[in-house]
Nanobody
Framework: QAQLVESGGGLVQAGGSLRLSCAAS????????MGWFRQNPGKEREFVAK????????DYADSVKGRFTISRDNAETTVYLQMNNLKPEDTAVYYC???????????WGQGTQVTVSL
């Protein structure tokens, strides 16, 4: 059964950096696009970034362009999200998923909390 486990979140000051990881197990994701989403309490989950199965194409939400970089290591079935110049508005629980377009295909994992302080 497919499983996604996010990690790497934490508390960081504005302007700082974090690197999130998403480890995929139970299935082979090397032929699938994958992406990151984030959600705050009371708000809808929003798209953050996407990467194609080969890693050759990426897509970002306007709010994170130029600050976040998505990458993947298919040998380890892991997707990363490098987040630089973090802002308080980036505070959220971050989730990864397998994508079709920007549509997530699997059940959500537990996510990883990112908190950015002033």
């Amino acid at each position: 059964q497919a499983q996604l486990v996010e990690s790497g979140g934490g508390l960081v000051q504005a302007g700082g950096s974090l690197r999130l990881s998403c480890a995929a197990s139970g299935r082979t994701f090397t032929s699938a696009a994958m992406g990151w989403f984030r959600q705050n309490p009371g708000k809808e989950r929003e798209f953050v970034a996407k990467i194609s199965w080969s890693g050759g194409n990426t897509d970002y939400a306007d709010s994170v362009k130029g600050r976040f970089t998505i990458s993947r290591d298919n040998a380890e079935t892991t997707v990363y999200l490098q987040m630089n110049n973090l802002k308080p508005e980036d505070t959220a629980v971050y989730y990864c998923n397998v994508l079709l377009g920007r549509t997530p295909l699997l059940s959500w994992g537990q996510g990883t909390q990112v908190t950015v302080s002033l």
